[in-house]
């Protein structure tokens, strides 16, 4: 349920940008994000950029939008005809189509010299683990064939590889959308401006490997006030970093209290704000796992919905939510993590990040 839930919440992040798009359903599953394009466009401007496997066209677009001109290049007829469409529909005239083999001499050869080579290479849909060597057309033989046209490389690449598996000299940049955890950009070249990266969309908050860091100080008690990182921050490895920025940004003390190997709050006797805390909360209880005492102070409290996080077991999940909410009937919703056998109950806050927008 947990996963069917996400997946439409993917799909509903881009039917805006699929209204105005052409495609089979292979095209629309797989087309990036209108936000994450318009970011990844941005980043990239320049006057000429080549946009390798770029299916239906929705990165060449706001590519076409940022640059003087873009090389197109899809080696199936299909999608290039609907990239073509696409572009015709955004206006964009400064778009130049190839269809075939990206590694053929025969398309090189049609491309000139270049700011910027984007390339979205394909990918197993599943697999029991994300290798860079599953990319297909590959990252070393992308930069072999076109070494002599540019020095700037671009990637898209799985966001599930850690920074330790990526065994290039590039900026690893982990992106995420509403929250979640959607994209990792691999960058070569000038474009390269540290070794890691995180960025929150559509804020585009961002901090990186070059910003000054702080001792992680970790505590298993949680104080009065939490934030939670983006999952992009986390999977960039760049805690330390948001931890001396939160320092900075809130003039307080704070440490790091871990859920599990994935989740992580900061927590400090004051309140928490920063962009890259995707929520920011007041503790309101710190009870034991038990859902009879945890609906009773609820009830008090005029909770409506818990959402259960970190901690629960998936297959236990909707068991313990319809405990915790039996007889809610208030209109505030709290965030339940547990650890160790205890609940702890969180009020989300609106940070003032969220007041100044």
């Known amino acids: 349920m947990i996963e069917l839930f ?9 039917k805006i940008f699929d209204k105005r798009m052409k495609a089979d359903n292979d095209g629309i599953r797989f087309a990036t994000p209108e936000v994450v394009a318009k970011y990844r466009a941005k980043r990239l401007k320049c006057k000429t950029i080549a946009d390798i496997s770029c299916g ?12 003087e001109k873009v090389y197109a290049i899809e080696i199936d007829p299909k999608k290039i005809e609907y990239a073509e469409r696409n572009c015709e529909r955004y206006g964009l005239d400064n778009v130049e189509f190839i269809c075939g083999d990206a590694l053929s001499e025969d398309v090189i050869d049609q491309i000139p010299k270049l700011d910027v080579l984007f390339s979205d290479p394909a990918r197993p849909p599943s697999e029991d683990e994300r290798r860079l060597s599953s990319l297909q057309p590959g990252i070393p033989k992308v930069l072999e064939a076109y070494s002599k046209i540019t020095n700037n490389f671009a990637f898209e690449a799985p966001p599930q590889l850690t920074p330790e598996r990526i065994q290039f000299d590039c900026e690893k940049e982990y992106l995420s959308l509403d929250g979640q955890l959607n994209r990792l ?4 070249g000038d474009i390269k401006t540290c070794d890691r990266s995180a960025v929150a969309l559509p804020a585009e908050a961002r901090i990186d490997s070059e910003h000054k860091r702080s001792e992680l100080s970790i505590t298993n008690k949680i104080q009065a006030y939490a934030c939670e990182p983006e999952p992009s921050v986390i999977k960039a490895e760049l805690l330390p970093e948001l931890a001396n920025a939160l320092i900075e940004n809130n003039t307080t003390d704070v440490q790091l209290f871990e859920i599990d190997q994935k989740r992580s709050l900061f927590t400090s006797e004051e309140p928490l704000d920063h962009p890259l805390a995707k929520n920011s909360y007041e503790i309101k209880y710190v009870t034991e796992m038990d859902a009879k005492i945890i609906n009773s102070l609820l009830k008090k409290d005029s909770v409506g919905t818990v959402i259960l996080r970190a901690g629960i077991k998936p297959e236990k999940y909707w068991d313990i939510r319809k405990e915790v909410e039996n ?6 919703t709290v965030h339940l993590f547990a650890k160790g056998g205890k609940a702890i109950i969180c009020k989300p806050r609106i940070s003032s990040n969220d007041r100044s927008q």
């Open 6 to 14: 996400s997946r439409l919440i993917i799909v509903s992040r881009k």
């Open 185 to 188: 950009n691999l960058y070569f």
């Open 56 to 67: 239906i066209g929705g990165q060449t677009i706001f590519f076409a939008k940022e640059c």
């Open 327 to 332: 007889g809610l009937t208030g209109n505030r």
